[in-house]
């Protein structure tokens, strides 16, 4: 948190010089002003001691930018209180002036009535109080971390202050004028040549159709990233640079540098409601890109590609479509010593080591800048061209009091060396920092410090101070201080050096710090994962088979499984098998967690309708199965069988549904009981129940959201909006309902698409026919983007529903002429078969080609072609009266139609007999029945009525 202590300059003589009346008033209103402006800033005043006041920022809630905040606060202050001050001049003639102290760190928090911060960073926000100017701000080395690149700052002298064995590191904030103090940059000698051939490859790239993709190759520290910022300088006015770094463990991870990526496009990927598959991401960052691309050209950097993830690389390669419409260009920088993608670059660009003439001017540059140093030449000499290894061989140089014993033979010998001057702490957080990747915050590294074993000799701050003193830690631009490690050769040198029993305890501190973020970041389970994996690698090579290695084998394997039912909840069933597989070489001797993993191969199994195969792994779960050890794995394994018995018999196998109720019931699970609930809603669905589908859906939607992740989530919502659209509940309120499921799922939006077809189905019900119509366009944009195909198809099924419910029998058969085709291309033969049987219930329309079918299939005297689902029960026999008609047969027809109303009456769900009765109804008026129309034409009204269907009352008294 962070501690801001203010106090009025001069306030003994000031005190004296005014009335005791006139002294408290003006307290009162510098208090006031105070408060207010903490409050406004999201902190709060913790208390007044004398004329001084405290206000702390980051207890009840820790934001990012509380250091931020506490120097908003502290300038907003005094620009009040120089209002105060003027006018105290003017009347009085006094100076009133206040100092502000700011410091962040840990703190203990008191018993008292209020939580005041007690402690180091206390003192030394009072500390640097009293050594501000009058009027200004004073800040130490942890508040300067997370504001420098926020706030225009300068160093001041040490201060020397009580109680603290050493001068105090301090900043003040600088007048706007004064602007960022500017850190010292290697100057950029001699890349005219590479630098104009990448940005002609750049620019020659924004013109070309796709997102093609250059790369940038050479070894480490020859000056790569120093040639895009340069790039990105001359190409300011044409593009944005846009940059992803990638881990070093990228390959390891799943979906995480997606949603990092998604960062550095300036968005954000699905994190609400709702699962969201790997296609869908893809899919949005497309989308992303295009938004980012609309505004400025951009180039999307991927840096160290060498270390992308699959999934990011799976991403890129997809951007080469020429279809894609996005003035964009993809850079790879890094050490490629393979193609970084499956398809081929525009342009390769390889930056070679500097020449000898070059080499030279960069030493003789260096030496002025950091002090004498060996000859020019020789500096060059030894570097062998790398400006990164000429550099650090130049900071060795300055700590080498004379030596020159200390020249490395490659780049990260360099390092190496250097890092030997540093103490034995600075090493240790210096590896820290190497280890949690990527980039971090001040806090984050000092909660990991404190794990070690034995601890740290120096504070932390004196410890961070050095690293950034010297340069190897250095803070992200433009970031809330966040900090990384200066280079990835330094990152890779220093945690090389850590010792394996502080890496198992930095890992193990890693994964608790991820496991902390994931309910808000789902992703986050990856990284626990991976470092989980990490710590017990460490235990394992250090003390195989202690206690210490047991109990790392077990959090991994927790932390996998948990990696692995993230994967399900996302529909990536290839990864969760993959996840899944390596809990088996852990040996953690967790019989639940076992029975876990089982859950998740034969939740993908399944799903996959490799039905033995899952039968099987189940038969082999059974022979542990300790019902009392994990319920909710009993549970989803219970489930499985079922889905897999029922994909073999076709039929629902209600029995394994009740039982896994009652494992459910015990268990207290949410994700397992809102599973349970979910197949026995479907199975309610394929009776036509769809009232009593509704009820038992909405409450799995309750259960799922109470769960971290679930099985099926996707299923439930948009299982639920059709209940919603089919059954009893009114239009109005079930339109609010859905209206409130699609706003939930702004980001997860396959799911948004499912729900938004049967909301534009409730819309058109309300006759909001642009509504309606705008929930489809945005769904068939969205499934068309991600390559949903049978999401398109069902899509078409809801345009041709709509056009039914308006009379518009041409638009009707057009949609569903669609859908067959999308049908038949996926091989979906149930869907396809209900689009047929319905374009056939339109006797205007041949068949578009051989694809769709002259007529209903031969249904035999009694139209019934299969005892299948209801819907389908129905179509055949509205499909054989349509034939009927065109035959000339009216009373065999009337005969159908009657037979498809008596079908419906075992339907439970006004909204989903609907439509049916208004196809049958169309048919009825062909048959010249006027008996049988107004029978039809009353039980079709009585539902609209209970839905309150107010379109289809209108269609009907059109059809009567």
């Known amino acids: 948190m962070t501690v801001l202590f203010g106090d009025v300059a001069g306030s003994t003589e000031l005190a004296r010089s005014l009335s005791p009346e006139v002294w408290q008033s003006t307290l009162a209103t510098y208090f006031a002003d105070v408060s207010r402006a903490a409050t406004e800033h999201g902190g709060r005043v913790e208390k007044f001691i004398g004329d001084a006041v405290v206000a702390v920022f980051g207890v009840e809630a820790t934001h990012e930018d509380d250091a931020v905040r506490a120097v908003d606060c502290a300038r907003v202050s005094l620009e009040r209180i120089a209002r105060q001050a003027a006018d105290l001049r003017r009347t009085r003639g006094v100076d009133f002036s206040v100092r502000f102290g700011i410091a962040s760190g840990q703190v203990a928090l008191s018993e008292r009535d209020s939580s005041f911060a007690i402690g180091e960073v206390m003192n030394r926000a009072a500390r640097l109080q009293a050594a501000a100017p009058a009027d200004g701000i004073v800040m130490d080395v942890r508040t300067w971390l997370l504001v420098r690149g926020a706030v225009p700052t300068r160093p001041v002298e040490p201060i020397a202050a009580k109680g603290f064995s050493r001068p105090l590191r301090a900043w003040r904030i600088a007048d706007a004028a004064e ?44 000056g790569k990233s120093r040639l895009v910022a340069e790039a990105a300088r001359r190409m300011a006015p044409d593009a944005r640079f846009l940059t992803l770094r990638c881990r070093r463990d990228g390959r390891r991870l799943g979906y995480w540098p997606l949603y990092q990526l998604a960062e550095a496009l300036g968005g954000d990927v699905p994190r609400g409601q709702g699962p969201q598959g790997k296609e869908e991401i893809f899919w949005t960052l497309r989308e992303l890109l295009r938004e980012a691309a609309d505004r400025r050209p951009v180039v999307l950097v991927l840096d160290d590609c060498q270390w992308m993830s699959p999934a990011v690389r799976e991403f890129a390669d997809g951007l080469d479509d020429p279809e894609l419409d996005v003035r964009a260009v993809l850079m790879l920088s890094g050490r490629v010593d393979e193609p970084p993608l499956a398809r081929g670059p525009v342009a390769t660009l390889r930056v070679p080591p500097l020449g000898p003439a070059d080499a030279q001017e960069l030493a003789v540059t260096v030496a002025a800048r950091l002090g004498p140093l060996p000859p020019g030449d020789d500096l060059a000499r030894r570097s062998a061209g790398n400006p990164l290894y000429l550099e650090q061989l130049a900071y060795l140089q300055v700590d080498a009091e004379g030596r020159t014993d200390l020249i490395a033979p490659s780049a990260e010998a360099a390092v190496g060396a250097r890092l030997d001057h540093l103490g034995v702490d600075a090493q240790r957080l210096l590896a820290i920092a190497s280890a949690l990747g990527g980039s971090c915050v001040a806090g984050d590294l000092e909660r990991v410090a404190a794990a070690l074993d034995p601890p740290l000799d120096q504070t932390f701050d004196e410890t961070l101070a050095q690293l950034l003193g010297d340069g190897l830690l250095v803070t992200l631009a433009g970031s809330a201080g966040e900090l990384e490690v200066e280079s990835p050769v330094v990152a890779e040198v220093a945690y090389g050096r850590l010792p394996l029993a502080d890496r198992a305890h930095v890992h193990a501190q890693v994964a608790d710090l991820a496991e902390a973020r994931v309910d808000r970041h789902p992703s986050e389970i990856e990284l626990c994962a991976l470092n989980a994996g990490r710590a017990h690698a460490a235990w394992l090579e250090l003390r195989p088979g202690g206690p210490e290695e047991r109990h790392a084998a077990a959090r991994a394997a927790r932390a996998l499984c948990a990696a692995a039912q993230f994967a399900v909840s996302r529909g990536d069933l290839s990864m969760a098998l993959q996840t899944a597989s390596q809990v088996a070489g852990l040996d ?284 389908v029960e129905v179509l055949t026999e509205q499909a054989a009266a349509a034939a009927a008609l065109r035959e000339g047969r009216p009373d065999a027809a009337a005969g159908h139609v009657a037979r498809a109303g008596s079908r419906l009456d075992g339907v439970h769900g006004a909204g989903a007999r609907i439509t049916p009765l208004l196809v049958s109804l169309r048919l009825a008026a062909r048959c010249r029945d006027r008996g049988l129309v107004e029978r039809i034409a009353g039980l079709a009204r009585a539902d609209a009525e209970v839905k309150r269907d107010v379109r289809a009352l209108r269609t009907i008294d059109a059809l009567v």
């Open 179 to 222: 602007g960022h103090a500017g850190e010292a940059r290697t100057p950029l000698v001699d890349r005219r040549s590479e630098l104009d051939d990448l940005v002609t490859a750049l620019r020659a790239g924004l013109r070309r159709p796709g997102v093609p993709a250059v790369v940038l190759a050479g070894e480490p520290g020859v």
């Open 588 to 871: 953690a001797g967790l019989p639940g967690l076992e029975l876990e993993i089982a859950a998740v191969e034969t939740y993908a199994t399944a799903a996959a309708g490799r039905a033995d195969e899952t039968l099987a792994r189940i038969a082999e779960a059974r022979k542990r199965w300790d019902t009392g050890g994990n319920l909710a794995a009993a549970v989803q394994l219970t489930l499985n069988e079922a889905v897999a018995r029922s994909t073999m018999t076709g039929r629902w196998h209600r029995s394994l549904i009740g039982q896994a109720r009652e494992l459910a019931y015990r268990a207290d699970d949410p994700a397992a009981y809102a599973r349970v609930l979910l197949l026995e809603g479907i199975g309610h669905m394929e009776d036509g129940d769809y009232v009593t589908a509704e009820g038992v859906l909405h409450e799995a939607f309750g259960h799922a959201r109470r769960a971290r992740w679930c099985f099926g989530a996707t299923e439930i919502y948009g299982n639920l909006a059709l209940c919603l659209a089919y059954g009893d509940t009114p239009a109005p309120a079930a339109t609010a309902i859905c209206a409130q499921l699609h706003a939930e799922l702004k980001d997860a939006h396959t799911v948004r698409a499912a729900v938004g077809c049967p909301a534009a189905l409730l819309a058109d019900m309300t006759c909001d026919s642009a509504a309606a119509t705008n929930l489809l366009d945005e769904g068939r944009s969205i499934l068309a983007g991600i390559g949903h195909q049978p999401g398109l198809a069902g899509l078409d099924m809801f345009r041709a529903t709509l056009a039914e419910r308006h009379g518009d029998h041409d638009g009707a058969g057009q949609a569903l002429e669609r859908a067959i085709r999308r049908f038949d291309a996926i091989g979906f033969s149930a869907g396809a078969q209900s689009a047929r049987l319905w374009h056939a219930t339109f006797g205007g329309y041949g068949p578009p080609g051989a694809r769709i079918a002259d007529g209903p299939p031969d249904t035999g005297p009694s139209g019934a072609q299969s005892a299948g689902s209801w819907d």
